[in-house]
């Protein structure tokens, strides 16, 4: 399973695993806990709002943890969602396209009928890799669109 402790295992290498899922838990808590200037996208709300009256599926696909997933989607004020897809729950976490392959069997659809919201280049990569046609992005203050084109 992708996860930090595993990042954590390579950097503290002669460290025993107790330690290193000892220091993974307290980063875990303390990126859960830092919730501070956590706010929702203009109109994302809304948007999720909407989707949810028209009984549209939507979830949320993250390299968080649970925790850190949860308490940032609560302090940003987000809906919940009727399907997480989080770093514990894929081999291979982004850039590799298994989130997004989840979240796509998750809601029922394929790839290709969905579409991503995204904010870091591995998150672009995973999903243009799982094969999601349309991307929005946000990346420093501005949003852009992609579409993948299939031949």
Not at 77 to 90: A, D, F, N, Q, S
Not at 120 to 142: K, N
Request: hydrophobic share 45%.
């Amino acid at each position: 399973m992708a996860n930090r402790q595993s990042v954590l295992s390579v950097i503290l290498c002669q460290r025993p695993h107790t330690e290193i899922d000892e220091i993974f838990y307290w980063l875990e808590n303390l990126e859960a806990a830092n919730t501070s200037g956590i706010v929702a996208l203009p109109g994302a709300i809304a948007l999720l709002e909407q989707l949810n009256t028209f009984a549209i599926p939507w979830g949320i696909v993250t390299s968080g943890t649970v925790p850190i997933a949860f308490n940032r989607s609560k302090a940003a004020g987000l809906p919940e969602p009727k399907h997480w897809v989080t770093i514990e729950r894929v081999e291979h976490g982004k850039p590799q396209p298994d989130p997004f392959l989840l979240g796509a069997q998750l809601l029922n659809l394929p790839p290709e009928a969905c579409i991503a919201v995204e904010d870091a280049q591995a998150g672009i990569y995973s999903a243009l890799d799982a094969g999601v046609a349309r991307l929005s992005l946000f990346m420093r203050q501005q949003i852009c669109h992609c579409e993948k084109k299939f031949h």
